[in-house]
């Protein structure tokens, strides 16, 4: 410490007390500041003090992301094609930076964008370059390779899905409603005209099956082939010599068990295809839909033309021979869908209602040699009653069938032949059954209670088809997002309305995607983009067939003209004014 000194007063002041006063406490104030200076100076210069910390580098935060200036969800539907992307952050950004951090694509690859900033370029504004295209996935991918402007990498990034919405333009020219029902009819009859088994004539299963043929759709695709010379698409010479090939091969070639087919055969050998391990023989219900397509051309073809009561013979002679009472097994009061040659019974399916099998209880009953009693149908088919339902759903009783009335072939492949307007027995008013099973159908796609984006009063229908990776029977019950443009089509008869609705939404926007070679193809999901590109017989078949229906009653009148099947129908308690 440094000595204290006195500073010397002038002689001026030496008789100013007040001065000298004021004097000392200075003298003070530097002594106290010299010390001080000292003392710093040595605690500095020990080394033993805190180092100051530097202040901490400010965080680069996205505040947050929309999308047409909503908040971006995980998920979001109907967007337009020229959306606006916006990030908003806590500080400016590097633009060089923004290149490598951005991810825009779709399916197809990556999508061209550009950008432009805001808010002093603390956001960040993207849109595609061109415009995007409708019913198609993108995503957005933001990573942590965006910098500040302070080279600081951003905390987190972002991810997040849109779906575009559909193109609303038609897609072809308008055209009157009854020409677009038969330019339908028209389009779809060629998948049983121009794709028919080259040496069989028989229905293919899909448009992928090569020589994979099956009975049902066969049924179903001799039917449509009425429906083709009706009006007009082939001359009645045409057909004539068609079935007069299907019949031959069905007769003489095609492999049977106990009267009955197969569900799919090999249309050129005739040589059962097994549907499944130990379905490879005998199919009752996929036979009943051949049966009912087949009493419908021989009804058909009436004259004294001899090619014309061949055919009909042939008919007769395939028809009379299917043991429908040997399937009740050991005489049981019921009827069994499958046998096999190789398991016998193993399968064990008992057909049982409400489903899509009453043809197979109506022909077996009509059987001149092989007729099953009443009891099989109220026991085996009706379960004495069980299968009622008259539950009430969206404001219609539903008499038969399962919760919400299951998938809509039940009120479809049956009824191609039976006309279930007026039929009633004691179980239900058939045309009350089939209008309200569809009416459901409808108000539940339109009411949607899963939410699936694309249903509505127009986009509606939920029956067996194709799904993505595979195959479903659609319904309420067990509804996946797809819609099937065959369950609408093929409900006519039932809701005229609503399918109308539904044919011009499918054909005039969603042709471009939806509308083919043979017609509608086979399914198609809008939520998670989906269009099948396959065609099958037995969803095709009943679009022609029940669209004839509407139109003219055409496969009605003749199927319930059948002298046996007025029999076998009465004899099972049904009634009609057109039995």
Same mark, same amino acid.
């Given at each position: &410490?440094?000595?204290?000194?006195?500073?010397? $007063? !002038?002689?001026?002041? $030496?008789?100013?007390?007040?001065?000298?006063?004021? &004097?000392r406490?200075?003298?003070?104030?530097?002594?106290?500041?010299?010390?001080?200076?000292?003392?710093?100076?040595?605690?500095s210069s020990s080394g033993?003090g805190?180092?100051?910390t530097? +202040?901490?580098p400010?965080?680069?935060?996205?505040?947050?992301?929309?999308?047409?200036?909503?908040?971006a969800?995980?998920?979001?539907?109907?967007?337009?094609?020229?959306?606006?992307? !916006?990030?908003?952050?806590?500080?400016k950004?590097?633009?060089?930076?923004?290149?490598?951090?951005?991810?825009?694509?779709?399916?197809?690859?990556?999508?061209?964008?550009?950008?432009?900033?805001?808010?002093?370029?603390s956001?960040l504004?993207?849109?595609?370059?061109?415009?995007?295209?409708? %019913?198609?996935n993108?995503?957005?991918? $933001?990573?942590?390779?965006l910098?500040?402007?302070?080279? %600081?990498?951003v905390? +987190?990034?972002?991810?997040?899905?849109?779906l575009?919405?559909?193109?609303? *333009?038609d897609?072809?020219?308008?055209?009157?409603?009854?020409?677009?029902?038969?330019?339908?009819?028209?389009q779809?009859?060629k998948?049983?005209?121009?794709?028919?088994?080259?040496?069989?004539?028989?229905?293919?299963?899909?448009?992928?099956?090569?020589?994979?043929?099956?009975?049902?759709?066969?049924?179903?695709?001799? &039917?449509? %082939?009425?429906t083709?010379?009706?009006?007009?698409?082939?001359?009645?010479? !045409?057909g004539?010599?068609?079935?007069?090939?299907?019949?031959s091969?069905?007769?003489?070639?095609?492999?049977?068990?106990?009267?009955?087919?197969?569900?799919?055969?090999? #249309?050129?050998?005739?040589?059962?295809?097994p549907?499944? +391990?130990?379905?490879?023989?005998?199919?009752?219900? /996929?036979?009943?839909?051949l049966?009912?397509?087949?009493?419908?051309?021989?009804?058909?073809f009436?004259?004294s033309?001899?090619?014309? =009561?061949?055919?009909?013979?042939d008919?007769?002679?395939?028809?009379?021979s299917?043991?429908?009472?040997?399937?009740?097994?050991?005489?049981?009061?019921?009827?069994y869908?499958?046998?096999?040659?190789?398991?016998?019974w193993d399968?064990? =399916? !008992? %057909?049982?209602?409400?489903n /899509?099998?009453?043809?197979?209880? =109506?022909?077996?009953?009509?059987?001149?040699?092989?007729?099953?009693?009443?009891? =099989?149908?109220?026991n085996?088919? +009706? #379960?004495?009653?069980?299968?009622?339902?008259n539950?009430?759903?969206?404001?219609?009783?539903l008499?038969?069938?399962?919760?919400?009335?299951?998938?809509?072939?039940?009120?479809?492949?049956?009824?191609?032949?039976?006309?279930p307007?007026?039929?009633?027995?004691a179980?239900?008013?058939?045309?009350?059954?089939n209008?309200?099973?569809?009416?459901?159908n409808? /108000?539940?796609c339109?009411v949607?209670?899963?939410?699936?984006?694309?249903?509505?009063?127009?986009?509606?229908?939920?029956?067996? *088809?194709d799904?993505?990776? #595979?195959?479903?029977a659609?319904s309420?019950?067990?509804?996946?997002?797809?819609i099937?443009?065959?369950?609408?089509?093929?409900s006519?008869?039932?809701?005229?309305?609503e *399918?109308?609705?539904?044919?011009?939404?499918?054909?005039?926007?969603?042709?471009?995607?939806?509308?083919? /070679?043979?017609?509608f193809?086979?399914?198609?999901? $809008?939520s998670?983009?989906?269009?099948?590109?396959?065609?099958?017989?037995?969803?095709?078949?009943?679009?022609v067939?029940?669209m004839?229906?509407?139109?003219?009653?055409?496969?009605?009148?003749?199927? &319930?003209?059948?002298?046996?099947?007025?029999?076998?129908?009465?004899?099972?308690?049904?009634?009609s004014?057109?039995?």
């Amino acid at each position: &410490m440094l000595p204290a000194f006195p500073i010397p $007063l !002038q002689p001026w002041l $030496l008789n100013k007390s007040l001065k000298v006063d004021a &004097m000392r406490k200075l003298n003070t104030v530097i002594i106290i500041s010299i010390c001080l200076v000292h003392f710093s100076c040595k605690k500095s210069s020990s080394g033993d003090g805190p180092v100051p910390t530097p +202040a901490p580098p400010v965080p680069f935060n996205l505040l947050s992301s929309s999308l047409n200036n909503q908040p971006a969800a995980a998920t979001t539907y109907n967007v337009n094609h020229t959306p606006v992307i !916006q990030l908003n952050f806590s500080g400016k950004i590097d633009k060089n930076t923004v290149g490598g951090a951005v991810n825009f694509s779709s399916a197809n690859g990556a999508v061209g964008y550009t950008t432009s900033y805001a808010n002093n370029d603390s956001s960040l504004l993207i849109q595609p370059s061109v415009k995007l295209n409708p %019913i198609t996935n993108y995503n957005f991918t $933001l990573s942590t390779a965006l910098k500040s402007s302070t080279g %600081i990498a951003v905390t +987190a990034g972002t991810n997040f899905k849109f779906l575009t919405h559909i193109d609303s *333009s038609d897609k072809f020219p308008l055209i009157t409603d009854t020409a677009l029902v038969q330019l339908v009819q028209q389009q779809t009859f060629k998948y049983f005209w121009d794709f028919g088994h080259p040496i069989s004539g028989l229905a293919r299963e899909r448009n992928t099956s090569g020589d994979l043929v099956t009975s049902g759709g066969s049924g179903f695709g001799v &039917m449509a %082939i009425i429906t083709g010379i009706h009006r007009g698409f082939i001359t009645k010479g !045409q057909g004539l010599a068609r079935l007069q090939t299907m019949v031959s091969f069905l007769k003489n070639t095609a492999q049977r068990f106990h009267g009955a087919y197969p569900h799919w055969l090999n #249309g050129a050998t005739g040589v059962v295809i097994p549907f499944s +391990a130990k379905d490879n023989g005998a199919d009752l219900v /996929e036979t009943s839909y051949l049966i009912q397509g087949l009493l419908c051309a021989r009804q058909y073809f009436n004259s004294s033309d001899p090619t014309e =009561v061949a055919l009909r013979n042939d008919i007769n002679s395939i028809s009379n021979s299917v043991e429908w009472s040997w399937f009740r097994k050991s005489n049981e009061n019921v009827l069994y869908w499958h046998w096999s040659p190789n398991f016998a019974w193993d399968m064990n =399916v !008992q %057909i049982r209602g409400w489903n /899509e099998s009453l043809i197979t209880y =109506v022909l077996a009953a009509s059987s001149p040699a092989f007729s099953i009693p009443k009891v =099989v149908y109220d026991n085996g088919w +009706a #379960g004495n009653g069980a299968m009622r339902n008259n539950a009430i759903y969206y404001g219609y009783q539903l008499p038969l069938g399962p919760n919400l009335g299951g998938p809509l072939f039940f009120a479809h492949y049956s009824f191609l032949g039976i006309n279930p307007f007026s039929l009633t027995d004691a179980y239900a008013n058939y045309g009350t059954q089939n209008t309200n099973h569809t009416k459901i159908n409808y /108000e539940y796609c339109k009411v949607n209670p899963k939410g699936w984006y694309g249903y509505s009063d127009q986009c509606w229908g939920l029956t067996a *088809s194709d799904i993505p990776g #595979g195959y479903s029977a659609s319904s309420p019950t067990n509804d996946l997002g797809v819609i099937a443009p065959t369950a609408a089509l093929s409900s006519f008869p039932y809701t005229p309305a609503e *399918s109308m609705k539904a044919l011009k939404f499918f054909y005039y926007k969603l042709g471009d995607k939806l509308w083919g /070679e043979y017609g509608f193809k086979d399914a198609f999901k $809008l939520s998670d983009p989906w269009f099948a590109d396959s065609y099958l017989a037995i969803d095709q078949g009943p679009i022609v067939v029940m669209m004839e229906n509407y139109r003219s009653g055409l496969l009605w009148n003749l199927f &319930m003209s059948c002298p046996e099947v007025k029999t076998g129908m009465t004899g099972l308690g049904f009634q009609s004014p057109h039995l």
